[in-house]
């Protein structure tokens, strides 16, 4: 079982270029998630999708959009990248509904992005 | 306002010395409290979650418990491969988000 996939592993851009970052499961759970995760402020969710076909904004959703493809994936774009955008993000999922607590959340690996 | 705070920051134990984290919070209509395990370079990893005061579980060397304001996750005779950061998570009924703890870095020496 690969469980939640991201990728790329690492990137780096430049102040203005964009890119999307890729996230696939396959334990058929219907909630998926991205968060960033910095030095002294801990995971901070930006955007999340209930089910399949519905995306709703997170604490700091600015600068990024998404869009939930099909059931596995989840996908995060940041249009145009800013330094303060340099984090690691983790995509993540689980089976309940929204925020259900009866099962905890699967991550991903995680991709480190540096905008320089 | 909603809080989940962790303490200590770091901590580093001898093996088989037994120790403790806490997870403290400060939230309205607890909906379950999430403890999680995160290595160097990967993702967190879940452990246990916890929903009503008294409420323990358990898992090899680990133990999580829950009361009103906070939990605990002791671990019992650690052992090196123990050592990552712990972070906390709670799921308040009146927000639609997990509020997430800073974490305790455990380090243990053999």
């Known amino acids: 079982n690969a469980g939640v996939t991201q990728t790329p592993k690492f990137q780096v851009l430049k102040t203005g270029q964009s890119m999307t970052l890729q996230c696939a499961q396959d334990?058929?759970?219907?909630?998926m998630y991205w968060y960033r995760q910095d030095p002294g402020m801990g995971l901070r969710l930006i955007y999340y999708?209930?089910?399949?076909?519905?995306?709703d904004k997170g604490e700091v959703p600015n600068g990024y959009n998404v869009s939930r493809l099909n059931k596995r994936e989840f996908s995060l774009r940041l249009e145009s990248a800013a330094p303060s955008q340099t984090s690691v993000y983790f995509c993540?999922?689980?089976?309940?509904?929204?925020?259900?607590?009866?099962?905890?959340?699967?991550f991903g690996s995680g991709t480190r992005l540096t905008v320089v | 306002e909603d809080q989940v705070t962790q303490s200590p920051e770091a901590l580093r134990l001898q093996e088989g010395e037994s120790s403790s984290l806490n997870c403290s919070y400060t939230?309205?209509?607890?909906?379950?409290l999430f403890w999680y395990r995160q290595d160097p370079g990967k993702g967190p990893e879940f452990l246990f979650t916890?929903?009503?005061?008294?409420e323990e579980k358990e898992k090899e060397r680990l133990k999580a418990t829950l009361t009103k304001k906070e939990s605990f996750l002791h671990i019992t005779a650690p052992k090196p491969e123990d050592s990552a950061t712990y972070l906390c998570?709670?799921?308040?009924?009146?927000?639609?988000?997990?509020?997430w703890g800073l974490g305790t870095s455990l380090a243990v020496n053999p």
């Open positions: 993540a999922s689980t089976q309940g509904g929204s925020f259900k607590t009866n099962y905890g959340y699967t």
């Open positions: 334990m058929n759970h219907n909630s």
């Open positions: 999708s209930a089910s399949e076909g519905t995306t």
């Open positions: 939230v309205s209509g607890l909906r379950g």
């Open positions: 916890l929903y009503s005061a008294g």
């Open positions: 998570a709670v799921n308040a009924g009146n927000n639609r988000k997990l509020i």
